[in-house]
């Protein structure tokens, strides 16, 4: 049976436990259960890159027919696939009823009667760390990590065969090879990619170990990983969560968008310089940087001295991770071909 969700509030928060399974900043996830409610895994949504060709049909074909094989194998009771069954007796218990969900949504401002979207809920997930005062960016903003940040590479239309092993990664050292069959990983069954990341996700960004049991030649082996401190990172400034998070603060205007070419050549702008031009939408609004005198014709080349070549999504995702509210923000800009600064408080 499928279903197609574009709601989290239409789910019951006993049944899918998203922060576990769920890169909610990725796209097309389907989840695999039992009967009981028991989660066996999921597919999709692994891949870097968000276009439609990384997700494989002929993945998810194979990713059934393990998860059926699985069903109906008497060891299955054996493996860690989520415990017992799920209770669900009683009224269902609603995302947007969650205190954690509740008290992003009353210090963001966002709009009650809306849907609860992938990316507000994983914001709302952060929320409960911020307001328990045990929020770090390390923990939080890079929990959902990739198979090549351990070193692997899986077939794209299998799902976990490994295609191939980055050289020097952990799990190079730990004498993974190309060919190779992922069975399990820290005792848990992995069904696809996407069990192979959540199970990368519920490890620590701080040095630590995980053991696969793999299949090689028709036999099980197993290799032990090691990862040291900051294992974990990667881009994420394409991430809509931490846009929607309260930790940090935002530009002080709405929306940038990329100069291009020739324009940047006649400006003398280098290609990993920033070049941006503010977007304040149809009308101007208030806020603190068109207050400061920042206009839609503006170019913005530097914010505090630093140019990284950033737009978008990621100019907001930049002012989240290295401003807070009240900061001091200068923007070096380009007003009709000249150079001059315009300062205000990040809001």
Same mark, same amino acid.
């Given at each position: 049976? $499928? ?5 989290? +509030? ?30 066996? #895994?999921?597919?999709?949504? =692994?891949?870097?890159? @968000? ?31 989520? #415990? ?6 009683? &009224?269902?218990?609603?995302? =947007? ?7 992003? $949504? ?10 609860? !979207? ?22 939080? %903003? ?24 980055? !050289? ?7 004498? @993974?090879?190309?060919? +190779?069959?992922?069975? =399990? ?32 030649? #028709? &036999?099980?082996?197993? $290799?032990?990983?090691? %990862? !040291? ?14 846009? $929607?998070?309260?930790?940090?603060? =935002? ?44 206009? #839609? ?13 950033? %737009? ?36």
């Amino acid at each position: 049976m $499928k279903c197609r969700i574009d709601d989290l +509030d239409r789910t019951d928060a006993r049944v899918f436990n998203f922060l576990r399974y769920q890169d909610l900043d990725k796209l097309y996830w389907v989840w695999l259960m039992a009967p009981d409610g028991r989660t066996y #895994g999921v597919f999709g949504g =692994s891949n870097r890159s @968000v276009e439609d060709k990384e997700i494989s049909l002929d993945a998810m074909d194979n990713v059934l027919k393990r998860v059926l094989s699985f069903h109906y194998a008497e060891v299955k009771e054996k493996w860690d696939y989520v #415990g017992s069954s799920v209770n669900t007796a009683g &009224e269902q218990l609603k995302f =947007s009823s969650l205190p954690f969900y509740k008290s992003w $949504k009353e210090k963001t401002k966002e709009d009650a009667e809306g849907c609860v !979207r992938c990316h507000d809920a994983y914001a709302a997930y952060n929320q409960r760390e911020i307001d328990a005062r045990r929020f770090s960016t390390e923990a939080e %903003f890079y929990r959902w990590t990739f198979s090549e940040n351990a070193g692997i590479e899986f077939s794209k239309d299998d799902g976990v065969v490994i295609s191939s092993v980055i !050289r020097g990664s952990a799990a190079d050292k730990a004498g @993974v090879s190309s060919g +190779d069959r992922l069975v =399990s990983a820290n005792g848990r069954m992995v069904f696809s990619e996407a069990d192979f990341r959540a199970c990368l996700s519920a490890l620590t960004h701080r040095s630590c170990e995980l053991e696969l049991v793999l299949l090689r030649n #028709g &036999e099980l082996v197993r $290799k032990k990983l090691s %990862f !040291r401190k900051n294992w974990k990172e990667h881009d994420i400034y394409w991430r809509k969560s931490i846009t $929607k998070t309260t930790y940090g603060t =935002s530009p002080g205007f709405p929306w940038t968008f990329r100069v291009k070419e020739p324009q940047r050549t006649k400006l003398n702008i280098g290609p990993d310089e920033m070049a941006a031009k503010p977007w304040y939408g149809r009308g101007k609004g208030s806020s603190p940087a068109y207050d400061a005198g920042l206009r #839609g014709h503006h170019i913005i080349i530097a914010v505090n001295g630093e140019n990284p070549d950033i %737009f978008g999504r990621a100019m907001q995702v930049y002012f989240k991770l290295n401003f807070k509210p009240g900061q001091r923000i200068t923007l070096t800009i380009l007003d009709n071909g000249k150079k001059r600064k315009i300062t205000y408080k990040a809001p």
